[in-house]
């Protein structure tokens, strides 16, 4: 099956930026796969933040990341971004990548993924 590896993830202060990598494993390639970003913070339910089609040319956001956070895809890279900036305390999560390879119509639905990766930390502390 199909194995996603986020990478990425740290210590940054507050303001500042980190960019994710969601790349697939070892004889997978993503393009065929819609692919969304979730992060899960201590005593909280898992949370999609945002989302790409296969081709990228659909994205979505929740709205505590919007205008804050950018998704994008390079399928000749094979590898899915989330660029995070302007992070707060409260983006301090584990971050996960998922696929699927079909679209989903409520992209922040984590049980309509079928791939996870192991999850990147990321910390937004002064």
């Known amino acids: 099956q199909l194995q996603v590896v986020e990478s990425g993830g740290g210590l940054v202060q507050p303001g500042g930026s980190l960019r994710l990598s969601c790349a697939a494993a070892s004889g997978f390639t993503l393009d065929s796969y819609a692919i969304g970003w979730f992060r899960q913070a201590p005593g909280k339910e898992r949370e999609g933040i945002s989302y790409?089609?296969?081709?990228?040319?659909?994205?979505n956001y929740a709205d505590s990341v919007k205008g804050r956070f950018t998704i994008s895809r390079d399928n000749v890279k094979n590898t899915v971004y989330l660029q995070m900036n302007s992070l707060k305390p409260e983006d301090t999560a584990v971050y996960y990548c998922?696929?699927?390879?079909?679209?989903?119509?409520?992209?922040?639905?984590?049980?309509?993924?079928?791939?996870w990766g192991q999850g990147t930390q990321v910390t937004v502390s002064s």
């Open positions: 998922a696929a699927r390879r079909f679209r989903v119509s409520n992209w922040s639905a984590t049980r309509l993924y079928d791939y």
């Open positions: 790409i089609s296969s081709s990228g040319a659909i994205t």
